[in-house]
């Protein structure tokens, strides 16, 4: 048997889970392949590439709107005019760019773009105007930490279109259990807080003012919140690493207990957001695997055998981690499940072959678990934990390993077809539309280079299929033995209750007892009388 030509459709060699940029951490087809890091500063570029475009692009216009309005003016003192405002224009921009965040957000600042803007608009240069100001705001969101970038009037108008939602709610009930899960959350934060003393403090501060700025962020793509809790993330990392001076599992506990109490709180604005389309891969994902019914385990070449009681019970485990998955609200809950899984699918793999779990046997096994279970939501949730899971997380040990596998898992089934699975195209057509199932496949029909294993494993489905059939056969010749003895129970019954009728019982009257023969009996006066001893003289 032939087992690499088996498994060319599934076996995914390690280094393919790593990022393709060989920075050494794991990568993520969400992320193309890069690991988070590399993502970001890829993103970045790209960003800042297309900015730095537009900027261009939008001074280009800029020059060619100042030469179309100087050659408008009929006189050189209109002219002049034009060319002193353009550069008074020029220069209030420059200026604009270099100052810090705060004075672009004081009201004094506002009221100064304000007053600037309705001067230009008097002069015919409202449109140009306004592009600039896009790209300048444009340039701070890139520059500025996201949840700095917030002035106190869009946090409290963002403050009260959040309890206008909340208060649209449809479901009270769910609302309400919401909100005991973040209060105990945030009773256990706080409690947690309190042994880190002044870096705790801090810690609470820049959560409060990161959830302040996520409010009113919430018209944002799911994306760009997501780049902005990314940002919160690594900023808050470097500071307790570089300002408290924390070793790195303390900063890694705390890390930890700042994500569940940040995605506690946004967890129904950014699971699963309207604006997305992951509900709709949600739902291709469902439909993909129930058309996959018919994948049995031997054509992915999994190493479990369900038929020991042990493995079966560490098979339904992990489908019910995996299942379980959609119910947590924190990012590194949702990991937890995976992780949990993946170790009950060692374990099966190591009972059934009594001894360790290979990397190529783990990834067949997980998806066939991913088919057998077909998790609730699994596109969401694989993208709710790229989006907001602690990157330092989805990038090295286990859990990044195995989300990763996870992410592969999906992958390949959303891809698999009838050469993964050493099929002919005709049959795997047949099989997915339901035409026919593999268990009524004809070993002899198969061309003489398939290779051994499948057709072992059809011969082996065809003696199952005997077997089922004598199984049959042999509950219905016990269903009609039972049905025999019911008979002849009934016929044994009714034969005696035929003779009961037929020849009744009766029962006569008791004997008179007989009389003793000293009683005194009138019947009995004509007895003999009683020897008499007679005397004899000598």
Wanted: hydrophobic share 30%; charged share 30%; aromatic share 8%.
């Amino acid at each position: 048997m032939n087992l690499k030509s088996e498994r060319r459709g599934i076996h995914v060699d390690q280094s393919e889970l790593l990022c393709k940029k060989g920075c050494g951490y794991y990568g993520n087809p969400a992320w193309q392949g890069f690991c988070s890091k590399c993502w970001r500063e890829e993103y970045h570029k790209a960003r800042q590439k297309q900015i730095q475009e537009d900027w261009e692009l939008a001074e280009r216009l800029q020059r060619e709107e100042e030469e179309a309005y100087a050659s408008s003016q009929s006189t050189q003192g209109a002219q002049s005019l034009t060319f002193s405002k353009f550069e008074e224009k020029k220069t209030n921009e420059k200026t604009r760019k270099v100052t810090t965040v705060k004075k672009f957000f004081t009201a004094s600042s506002r009221a100064g773009a304000k007053k600037a803007q309705e001067k230009i608009v008097k002069q015919g240069h409202l449109g140009r105007e306004r592009n600039a100001d896009n790209i300048l705001r444009d340039l701070k969101e890139i520059f500025t930490p996201s949840w700095e970038l917030a002035s106190p009037t869009e946090v409290l108008a963002g403050k009260l279109k959040a309890e206008i939602q909340e208060s649209k709610s449809p479901s009270p009930s769910i609302n309400r259990q919401a909100s005991i899960e973040t209060d105990r959350v945030s009773k256990e934060f706080i409690e947690f807080l309190k042994t880190y003393h002044k870096s705790g403090q801090d810690i609470y501060k820049q959560c409060k003012l990161f959830l302040d700025t996520m409010t009113h962020k919430r018209d944002l793509s799911i994306e760009e919140q997501s780049e902005c809790a990314q940002d919160f993330y690594q900023n808050v990392a470097e500071k307790l690493q570089t300002r408290w001076k924390m070793p790195p599992e303390k900063v890694e506990k705390a890390m930890d207990q700042i994500e569940k109490y940040i995605m506690t709180r946004q967890y129904k604005y950014v699971f699963c957001p309207e604006t997305t389309d992951d509900e709709k891969k949600d739902l291709a994902v469902q439909k993909r695997i129930r058309a996959l019914h018919w994948v049995t385990p031997q054509m992915l070449c999994v190493p479990v055998n369900e038929e020991i009681p042990e493995v079966s019970d560490m098979v339904v485990k992990a489908i019910t981690d995996i299942i379980e998955m959609d119910s947590k609200r924190v990012p590194r809950d949702k990991l937890a499940c995976i992780t949990k899984c993946s170790k009950h699918i060692f374990n099966a793999i190591k009972i059934t072959k009594n001894e360790p779990a290979s990397a190529d046997d783990f990834l067949p096994t997980l998806i066939y678990i991913v088919l057998k279970g077909n998790p609730p939501r699994l596109q969401s949730n694989i993208q709710y934990i790229t989006r907001f899971c602690n990157p330092s997380r989805l990038m090295t040990g286990e859990d990044g390993y195995y989300f990763t596998n996870l992410c592969c898992a999906v992958a390949f089934i959303e891809k698999l077809d009838a050469q993964s699975l050493n099929l002919s195209q005709e049959d795997f057509d047949r099989f997915m539309t339901g035409q026919t199932s593999p268990k009524k496949q004809e070993s002899d029909s198969w061309s003489p280079d398939v290779c051994l294993g499948v057709k072992q494993m059809y011969k082996n489905l065809d003696l199952l299929s005997q077997l089922n059939e004598r199984q049959e056969r042999i509950v219905s010749e016990a269903k009609k033995l039972e049905k025999d003895l019911i008979d002849w129970t009934d016929g044994v019954a009714k034969e005696v209750q035929d003779i009961v009728e037929k020849y009744p019982l009766e029962i006569k009257p008791k004997n008179q007892a007989l009389a003793a023969i000293d009683s005194e009996n009138v019947e009995n006066d004509k007895l003999p009388p009683p020897l008499q001893p007679q005397v004899y003289a000598g």
